[in-house]
Protein backbone atom coordinates (compact mmCIF):
# COMPACT_ATOMS: atom_id res chain seq x y z
CA UNK A 1 0.00 0.00 0.00
CA UNK A 2 2.76 2.54 0.74
CA UNK A 3 4.50 2.31 -3.08
CA UNK A 4 0.41 2.98 -4.25
CA UNK A 5 0.30 5.74 -1.72
CA UNK A 6 3.77 7.38 -2.83
CA UNK A 7 3.68 6.79 -6.88
CA UNK A 8 0.30 6.37 -8.09
CA UNK A 9 -2.77 7.91 -6.43
CA UNK A 10 -2.08 10.83 -5.08
CA UNK A 11 -5.26 12.26 -2.42
CA UNK A 12 -5.32 15.18 -4.89
CA UNK A 13 -6.73 12.93 -7.55
CA UNK A 14 -9.02 11.55 -5.53
CA UNK A 15 -10.60 15.26 -4.16
CA UNK A 16 -10.74 16.40 -7.59
CA UNK A 17 -13.74 13.35 -7.94
CA UNK A 18 -15.09 14.07 -4.88
CA UNK A 19 -16.14 18.00 -5.68
CA UNK A 20 -19.00 18.55 -7.61
CA UNK A 21 -19.83 16.91 -11.08
CA UNK A 22 -19.36 20.18 -12.57
CA UNK A 23 -15.78 20.77 -12.17
CA UNK A 24 -14.91 16.88 -11.43
CA UNK A 25 -12.70 14.78 -13.08
CA UNK A 26 -12.72 11.22 -13.25
CA UNK A 27 -9.96 8.65 -11.57
CA UNK A 28 -6.52 8.85 -13.06
CA UNK A 29 -5.56 6.70 -15.77
CA UNK A 30 -3.41 4.16 -12.66
CA UNK A 31 -6.61 3.28 -11.43
CA UNK A 32 -7.95 1.38 -15.04
CA UNK A 33 -4.14 0.19 -15.88
CA UNK A 34 -1.43 -0.26 -12.67
CA UNK A 35 -1.29 -4.00 -11.24
CA UNK A 36 -0.07 -2.42 -7.84
CA UNK A 37 -3.56 -0.84 -7.53
CA UNK A 38 -5.76 -3.41 -8.34
CA UNK A 39 -4.25 -5.43 -5.47
CA UNK A 40 -4.84 -2.69 -3.60
CA UNK A 41 -8.64 -1.76 -4.68
CA UNK A 42 -8.82 -5.65 -4.11
CA UNK A 43 -8.13 -4.93 -0.36
CA UNK A 44 -9.44 -1.86 0.51
CA UNK A 45 -12.23 -1.16 -1.73
CA UNK A 46 -13.82 -3.96 -2.61
CA UNK A 47 -12.50 -5.87 0.40
CA UNK A 48 -14.13 -3.87 2.56
CA UNK A 49 -17.75 -4.53 1.13
CA UNK A 50 -20.27 -7.55 -0.23
CA UNK A 51 -18.88 -8.31 -3.62
CA UNK A 52 -20.04 -10.83 -5.63
CA UNK A 53 -17.87 -13.73 -6.62
CA UNK A 54 -20.27 -15.93 -8.44
CA UNK A 55 -23.65 -17.72 -8.55
CA UNK A 56 -25.86 -20.58 -6.67
CA UNK A 57 -26.78 -22.35 -9.30
CA UNK A 58 -23.09 -23.34 -10.68
CA UNK A 59 -23.23 -25.61 -7.19
CA UNK A 60 -26.27 -27.58 -8.50
CA UNK A 61 -26.65 -30.50 -5.78
CA UNK A 62 -25.35 -30.99 -2.21
CA UNK A 63 -21.70 -31.87 -1.68
CA UNK A 64 -20.61 -29.60 -5.15
CA UNK A 65 -17.57 -27.77 -4.80
CA UNK A 66 -16.55 -24.65 -7.08
CA UNK A 67 -13.30 -22.87 -7.13
CA UNK A 68 -13.00 -19.25 -8.42
CA UNK A 69 -10.19 -16.86 -8.53
CA UNK A 70 -11.21 -13.27 -6.94
CA UNK A 71 -8.59 -11.20 -7.87
CA UNK A 72 -5.74 -13.61 -7.75
CA UNK A 73 -6.76 -14.86 -4.29
CA UNK A 74 -7.97 -18.76 -4.50
CA UNK A 75 -11.35 -19.14 -2.69
CA UNK A 76 -14.09 -22.18 -2.92
CA UNK A 77 -17.38 -22.00 -3.03
CA UNK A 78 -19.02 -25.52 -1.23
CA UNK A 79 -22.78 -26.42 -1.25
CA UNK A 80 -22.33 -28.81 2.21
CA UNK A 81 -24.22 -31.94 2.33
CA UNK A 82 -27.13 -29.36 4.40
CA UNK A 83 -27.20 -27.65 1.00
CA UNK A 84 -25.97 -24.61 2.78
CA UNK A 85 -23.18 -22.81 0.55
CA UNK A 86 -20.17 -21.34 2.54
CA UNK A 87 -16.76 -19.88 1.42
CA UNK A 88 -13.54 -20.43 2.38
CA UNK A 89 -10.11 -19.59 1.27
CA UNK A 90 -9.05 -22.62 -0.98
CA UNK A 91 -5.79 -23.42 0.94
CA UNK A 92 -4.92 -26.03 2.71
CA UNK A 93 -4.00 -25.14 6.27
CA UNK A 94 -0.96 -27.45 6.37
CA UNK A 95 1.45 -26.11 4.31
CA UNK A 96 -0.68 -23.55 1.91
CA UNK A 97 -1.33 -26.11 -1.16
CA UNK A 98 -4.45 -24.73 -2.98
CA UNK A 99 -6.98 -27.17 -2.20
CA UNK A 100 -9.58 -27.32 -5.27
CA UNK A 101 -8.67 -27.33 -8.81
CA UNK A 102 -11.67 -27.99 -10.50
CA UNK A 103 -15.87 -28.09 -10.13
CA UNK A 104 -17.50 -31.35 -9.13
CA UNK A 105 -18.93 -33.22 -6.63
CA UNK A 106 -17.13 -34.49 -3.84
CA UNK A 107 -18.10 -38.19 -2.90
CA UNK A 108 -16.16 -38.14 0.43
CA UNK A 109 -13.66 -35.55 1.93
CA UNK A 110 -11.99 -32.74 -0.06
CA UNK A 111 -8.00 -34.17 -0.02
CA UNK A 112 -4.85 -32.22 -0.17
CA UNK A 113 -2.94 -33.46 -2.88
CA UNK A 114 0.02 -32.50 -1.18
CA UNK A 115 0.36 -34.47 2.48
CA UNK A 116 -3.36 -36.00 2.09
CA UNK A 117 -4.81 -34.09 4.80
CA UNK A 118 -8.49 -33.91 4.61
CA UNK A 119 -11.41 -31.44 5.19
CA UNK A 120 -15.12 -32.05 5.53
CA UNK A 121 -17.56 -29.88 3.71
CA UNK A 122 -18.03 -27.85 6.54
CA UNK A 123 -14.12 -26.96 6.11
CA UNK A 124 -13.38 -28.90 9.22
CA UNK A 125 -10.12 -31.14 9.81
CA UNK A 126 -10.94 -34.51 9.58
CA UNK A 127 -7.96 -36.56 8.67
CA UNK A 128 -3.88 -35.76 9.08
CA UNK A 129 -2.10 -39.23 7.46
CA UNK A 130 1.14 -39.34 10.11
CA UNK A 131 0.95 -36.17 11.80
CA UNK A 132 2.88 -37.67 14.96
CA UNK A 133 5.31 -40.12 12.60
CA UNK A 134 4.37 -43.00 10.52
CA UNK A 135 1.32 -44.51 11.44
CA UNK A 136 0.05 -42.16 14.08
CA UNK A 137 -2.95 -40.25 11.97
CA UNK A 138 -3.22 -37.64 15.37
CA UNK A 139 -1.12 -36.40 18.07
CA UNK A 140 -2.12 -34.74 21.21
CA UNK A 141 0.12 -31.79 20.39
CA UNK A 142 -1.58 -31.00 16.93
CA UNK A 143 -5.71 -29.67 17.35
CA UNK A 144 -7.38 -30.69 14.29
CA UNK A 145 -10.41 -28.20 15.56
CA UNK A 146 -8.52 -25.09 15.26
CA UNK A 147 -7.02 -25.28 11.77
CA UNK A 148 -9.75 -26.06 9.33
CA UNK A 149 -10.58 -24.47 6.29
CA UNK A 150 -10.48 -20.26 6.77
CA UNK A 151 -13.93 -19.20 6.24
CA UNK A 152 -15.56 -16.32 4.82
CA UNK A 153 -18.06 -14.28 5.37
CA UNK A 154 -20.75 -14.78 2.59
CA UNK A 155 -24.32 -14.51 1.63
CA UNK A 156 -26.97 -15.43 -1.12
CA UNK A 157 -28.71 -13.26 -2.90
CA UNK A 158 -30.96 -13.72 -6.21
CA UNK A 159 -28.75 -16.78 -6.80
CA UNK A 160 -25.54 -14.80 -6.57
CA UNK A 161 -23.14 -15.46 -3.82
CA UNK A 162 -21.30 -12.60 -2.12
CA UNK A 163 -18.46 -12.51 0.59
CA UNK A 164 -16.72 -9.95 2.51
CA UNK A 165 -13.27 -10.19 2.83
CA UNK A 166 -12.67 -7.94 5.58
CA UNK A 167 -15.36 -9.74 7.84
CA UNK A 168 -16.65 -6.09 8.97
CA UNK A 169 -19.17 -5.02 6.64
CA UNK A 170 -22.60 -4.13 7.45
CA UNK A 171 -25.17 -7.11 7.78
CA UNK A 172 -25.93 -8.01 3.88
CA UNK A 173 -29.92 -7.76 4.81
CA UNK A 174 -29.10 -4.43 5.48
CA UNK A 175 -26.77 -3.70 2.65
CA UNK A 176 -29.38 -5.14 0.15
CA UNK A 177 -32.23 -3.73 1.98
CA UNK A 178 -33.03 -0.33 -0.14
CA UNK A 179 -32.82 -2.24 -3.81
CA UNK A 180 -35.16 -4.60 -2.22
CA UNK A 181 -37.74 -1.67 -1.01
CA UNK A 182 -37.87 0.16 -4.30
CA UNK A 183 -38.28 -2.67 -6.10
CA UNK A 184 -41.82 -3.35 -4.27
CA UNK A 185 -42.72 -0.81 -6.28
CA UNK A 186 -42.19 -3.46 -9.16
CA UNK A 187 -42.63 -7.05 -7.81
CA UNK A 188 -44.76 -6.75 -5.13
CA UNK A 189 -44.46 -8.39 -1.74
CA UNK A 190 -43.60 -12.00 -3.35
CA UNK A 191 -41.90 -11.06 -6.84
CA UNK A 192 -38.33 -12.14 -5.79
CA UNK A 193 -39.98 -15.30 -4.95
CA UNK A 194 -40.95 -16.44 -8.37
CA UNK A 195 -37.26 -15.73 -9.83
CA UNK A 196 -36.50 -18.88 -12.21
CA UNK A 197 -33.33 -19.87 -13.45
CA UNK A 198 -33.21 -22.27 -16.40
CA UNK A 199 -30.22 -24.06 -18.39
CA UNK A 200 -31.49 -23.28 -21.73
CA UNK A 201 -31.86 -19.27 -22.47
CA UNK A 202 -30.64 -18.52 -19.08
CA UNK A 203 -27.12 -17.03 -19.02
CA UNK A 204 -24.46 -15.60 -21.17
CA UNK A 205 -20.69 -15.33 -20.65
CA UNK A 206 -18.62 -12.16 -22.63
CA UNK A 207 -14.82 -11.21 -21.64
CA UNK A 208 -14.25 -7.58 -22.13
CA UNK A 209 -9.89 -6.35 -22.76
CA UNK A 210 -11.00 -3.89 -19.80
CA UNK A 211 -10.59 -2.86 -16.44
CA UNK A 212 -13.94 -3.83 -14.22
CA UNK A 213 -15.01 -0.48 -13.62
CA UNK A 214 -15.55 0.60 -17.14
CA UNK A 215 -17.90 -1.61 -17.03
CA UNK A 216 -19.98 -0.44 -14.07
CA UNK A 217 -19.25 3.42 -15.26
CA UNK A 218 -21.05 2.29 -18.79
CA UNK A 219 -24.29 0.91 -17.17
CA UNK A 220 -24.86 3.64 -15.35
CA UNK A 221 -25.66 6.18 -18.28
CA UNK A 222 -27.81 5.97 -20.94
CA UNK A 223 -25.86 8.42 -22.27
CA UNK A 224 -24.24 6.10 -24.92
CA UNK A 225 -27.47 4.60 -26.12
CA UNK A 226 -27.66 6.50 -29.64
CA UNK A 227 -24.53 5.36 -31.41
CA UNK A 228 -23.80 2.34 -29.14
CA UNK A 229 -27.57 0.29 -28.99
CA UNK A 230 -29.48 1.88 -32.10
CA UNK A 231 -31.37 -1.01 -32.28
CA UNK A 232 -32.41 -0.49 -28.50
CA UNK A 233 -32.52 3.00 -28.96
CA UNK A 234 -35.47 3.10 -31.32
CA UNK A 235 -37.91 1.78 -28.97
CA UNK A 236 -36.57 3.13 -25.86
CA UNK A 237 -35.00 5.92 -26.95
CA UNK A 238 -32.42 8.34 -24.73
CA UNK A 239 -35.01 10.81 -23.87
CA UNK A 240 -37.31 7.62 -22.52
CA UNK A 241 -34.50 7.17 -19.76
CA UNK A 242 -34.00 8.60 -16.44
CA UNK A 243 -31.07 8.83 -13.87
CA UNK A 244 -30.94 6.79 -10.40
CA UNK A 245 -28.81 7.18 -7.43
CA UNK A 246 -29.86 5.93 -3.94
CA UNK A 247 -28.28 4.81 -0.72
CA UNK A 248 -24.85 5.31 -1.82
CA UNK A 249 -24.19 2.03 -3.56
CA UNK A 250 -26.60 1.80 -6.51
CA UNK A 251 -27.26 4.09 -9.68
CA UNK A 252 -28.01 3.24 -12.98
CA UNK A 253 -31.11 3.74 -15.47
CA UNK A 254 -34.52 3.61 -15.59
CA UNK A 255 -36.45 3.49 -18.84
CA UNK A 256 -40.75 3.91 -19.51
CA UNK A 257 -40.22 2.56 -22.96
CA UNK A 258 -39.25 -1.20 -22.68
CA UNK A 259 -40.73 -2.83 -25.14
CA UNK A 260 -38.49 -5.86 -26.15
CA UNK A 261 -41.65 -8.13 -25.64
CA UNK A 262 -42.61 -7.12 -28.53
CA UNK A 263 -39.81 -6.25 -30.77
CA UNK A 264 -38.04 -9.60 -29.94
CA UNK A 265 -41.64 -11.48 -30.30
CA UNK A 266 -41.29 -12.70 -26.42
CA UNK A 267 -44.11 -13.37 -24.47
CA UNK A 268 -43.26 -14.75 -21.31
CA UNK A 269 -45.05 -14.58 -18.14
CA UNK A 270 -45.04 -11.51 -15.87
CA UNK A 271 -44.94 -10.31 -12.33
CA UNK A 272 -48.17 -10.51 -11.25
CA UNK A 273 -47.88 -7.36 -9.17
CA UNK A 274 -46.19 -5.20 -11.73
CA UNK A 275 -48.42 -1.89 -11.90
CA UNK A 276 -49.85 -1.69 -14.89
CA UNK A 277 -50.02 1.92 -15.85
CA UNK A 278 -45.83 0.81 -15.84
CA UNK A 279 -45.87 -1.72 -17.41
CA UNK A 280 -43.32 -0.48 -20.21
CA UNK A 281 -41.08 0.59 -17.22
CA UNK A 282 -37.75 -1.17 -16.53
CA UNK A 283 -34.98 -0.18 -14.00
CA UNK A 284 -30.94 -1.10 -14.37
CA UNK A 285 -29.01 -0.64 -11.41
CA UNK A 286 -25.54 -1.27 -10.50
CA UNK A 287 -24.89 -2.65 -7.28
CA UNK A 288 -21.60 -1.15 -6.37
CA UNK A 289 -18.88 -2.47 -6.78
CA UNK A 290 -19.56 -5.65 -9.69
CA UNK A 291 -23.11 -6.42 -10.07
CA UNK A 292 -25.17 -5.41 -13.05
CA UNK A 293 -29.32 -5.79 -12.21
CA UNK A 294 -32.22 -5.41 -14.13
CA UNK A 295 -36.10 -5.70 -14.06
CA UNK A 296 -38.60 -6.05 -16.74
CA UNK A 297 -42.55 -6.90 -16.13
CA UNK A 298 -41.71 -10.70 -17.72
CA UNK A 299 -37.79 -11.20 -16.64
CA UNK A 300 -34.93 -10.36 -14.78
CA UNK A 301 -31.13 -10.49 -15.04
CA UNK A 302 -27.79 -10.50 -12.83
CA UNK A 303 -24.68 -9.95 -14.05
CA UNK A 304 -21.15 -10.18 -11.78
CA UNK A 305 -18.49 -8.00 -13.59
CA UNK A 306 -15.38 -10.70 -12.71
CA UNK A 307 -12.22 -8.43 -12.30
CA UNK A 308 -9.43 -10.71 -13.95
CA UNK A 309 -7.00 -8.51 -14.18
CA UNK A 310 -6.10 -4.61 -14.52
CA UNK A 311 -6.94 -4.98 -18.01
CA UNK A 312 -9.36 -7.89 -18.63
CA UNK A 313 -12.72 -8.53 -17.37
CA UNK A 314 -15.36 -11.47 -17.51
CA UNK A 315 -19.04 -10.49 -17.32
CA UNK A 316 -21.12 -13.64 -16.15
CA UNK A 317 -25.37 -12.69 -17.33
CA UNK A 318 -27.77 -14.88 -15.45
CA UNK A 319 -30.93 -14.93 -16.80
CA UNK A 320 -34.31 -15.11 -14.47
CA UNK A 321 -38.35 -15.45 -15.43
CA UNK A 322 -41.51 -15.51 -13.83
CA UNK A 323 -42.50 -18.33 -12.08
CA UNK A 324 -42.44 -22.66 -12.82
CA UNK A 325 -44.37 -21.43 -16.13
CA UNK A 326 -41.67 -19.43 -17.80
CA UNK A 327 -39.11 -22.16 -17.11
CA UNK A 328 -41.15 -25.35 -19.55
CA UNK A 329 -40.68 -26.35 -23.24
CA UNK A 330 -43.51 -23.68 -24.13
CA UNK A 331 -41.59 -20.90 -23.17
CA UNK A 332 -37.92 -21.67 -24.50
CA UNK A 333 -38.32 -20.48 -27.38
CA UNK A 334 -39.06 -16.65 -26.00
CA UNK A 335 -36.34 -17.55 -23.57
CA UNK A 336 -33.77 -17.96 -26.30
CA UNK A 337 -35.08 -15.05 -27.75
CA UNK A 338 -34.80 -12.80 -24.51
CA UNK A 339 -31.17 -14.04 -23.65
CA UNK A 340 -29.89 -13.20 -27.12
CA UNK A 341 -31.66 -9.75 -27.52
CA UNK A 342 -29.36 -9.20 -24.14
CA UNK A 343 -26.29 -11.06 -26.05
CA UNK A 344 -26.35 -8.53 -29.13
CA UNK A 345 -26.58 -5.67 -25.89
CA UNK A 346 -23.85 -6.55 -23.90
CA UNK A 347 -21.70 -7.23 -26.71
CA UNK A 348 -22.31 -3.21 -28.44
CA UNK A 349 -20.67 -2.24 -25.04
CA UNK A 350 -17.51 -4.29 -26.04
CA UNK A 351 -15.61 -1.84 -28.28
CA UNK A 352 -16.80 1.47 -26.08
CA UNK A 353 -15.25 -0.12 -22.77
CA UNK A 354 -12.38 -1.40 -24.36
CA UNK A 355 -11.84 1.88 -26.62
CA UNK A 356 -11.86 3.31 -23.21
CA UNK A 357 -9.13 1.17 -21.63
CA UNK A 358 -6.92 1.62 -24.56
CA UNK A 359 -7.40 5.49 -23.98
CA UNK A 360 -6.36 4.66 -20.01
CA UNK A 361 -2.77 4.40 -21.24
CA UNK A 362 -2.16 7.39 -23.20
CA UNK A 363 -0.55 10.61 -21.08
CA UNK A 364 -3.16 12.93 -23.13
CA UNK A 365 -6.05 11.67 -20.75
CA UNK A 366 -6.28 12.98 -17.12
CA UNK A 367 -9.15 11.04 -15.85
CA UNK A 368 -12.35 12.90 -17.81
CA UNK A 369 -14.69 15.33 -17.50
CA UNK A 370 -18.36 14.26 -16.55
CA UNK A 371 -21.50 16.02 -18.53
CA UNK A 372 -23.58 17.74 -15.53
CA UNK A 373 -26.96 16.21 -16.88
CA UNK A 374 -26.44 12.70 -18.22
CA UNK A 375 -23.07 11.55 -16.68
CA UNK A 376 -24.25 11.87 -13.11
CA UNK A 377 -24.94 8.07 -11.94
CA UNK A 378 -21.77 7.87 -13.27
CA UNK A 379 -19.89 10.35 -11.49
CA UNK A 380 -22.14 8.91 -8.30
CA UNK A 381 -20.00 5.71 -8.89
CA UNK A 382 -16.55 7.36 -9.42
CA UNK A 383 -17.29 9.21 -5.56
CA UNK A 384 -18.33 6.03 -4.36
CA UNK A 385 -14.73 4.85 -5.30
CA UNK A 386 -12.82 7.73 -4.55
CA UNK A 387 -14.00 8.26 -1.27
CA UNK A 388 -13.06 5.05 -0.37
CA UNK A 389 -9.64 4.86 -1.91
CA UNK A 390 -9.16 7.96 0.14
CA UNK A 391 -10.21 6.90 3.15
CA UNK A 392 -7.39 4.12 2.65
CA UNK A 393 -4.45 6.36 1.33
CA UNK A 394 -5.12 8.57 4.69
CA UNK A 395 -4.90 5.37 7.04
Avoid at 105 to 116: D, E, K, L, T
Avoid at 240 to 248: A, K, L, Q, R, T
Avoid at 255 to 268: D, F, P, Q
Wanted: aromatic letters at 10%; a negative charge; glycine letters at 8%.
Amino acid sequence: MNNVKQSLIAVEYVDRVLTEIQDATGMPNDAYTSKEYFRFERDNVLGKTWVCIGFSADLPANGFVKPVDFMNLPLLIIRNRHGEIQVFHNVCSHRGMKLVHESGPVQGMIRCSYHSWNYDLDGNLKGTPHVGGIGQHKDERFKCEKHGLKPLRSAVWMGMVFINLSGDADEFDHHIAPLQQRWKTFLGEEGMSLLRQVETGGSLQIEVNSNWKLAIENYCEAYHLPWVHPALNSYSRLEDHYNIMFSERFAGQGSTAYNLSETAGTHLPQFPEWPAEKARHAEYVALFPNVLLGIQIDHAFAMMVEPVSEEKSIEHLRLFYVGDEATTEQFSACRQATVESWRVVFGEDISAVEGMQQGRRSPGFGGGVFSPEMDVPTHFFQKWLASRVKKALEA
